[in-house]
């Protein structure tokens, strides 16, 4: 099927990017603009997160913050 070789193609493309962003993007500790996440990932170009479970964790923790402020 040609579907299946082009989602193939896609996921092996989307792999080498991903290790090209991952080598270019250096480790930063974790701050209130540059949210690192817990698993210890370089964050995504264009966002503050590594991946969804980090982004939902950085979520929680502003939202706690803002009720804090009340
Ligand atoms: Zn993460």
């Known amino acids: 099927m040609f579907a299946d070789i082009a989602d193939q193609a896609d996921a092996e493309a989307e792999q080498h990017l991903n290790a090209a962003l991952i080598r270019r993007v ?3 500790p974790a701050s209130a603009n540059h949210w690192n996440g817990n698993c210890g990932e370089p964050s995504v170009p264009g966002t503050s997160y590594c ?3 980090c982004r939902e964790d950085a979520e929680k923790i502003a939202r706690a ?3 804090n402020r009340h």
Do not use: F, M, S, T
Request: charged share 45%; aromatic share 0%; net charge neutral.
């Open 26 to 28: 250096r480790p930063e």
């Open 65 to 67: 913050k803002v009720l």
């Open 51 to 53: 991946c969804c479970e």
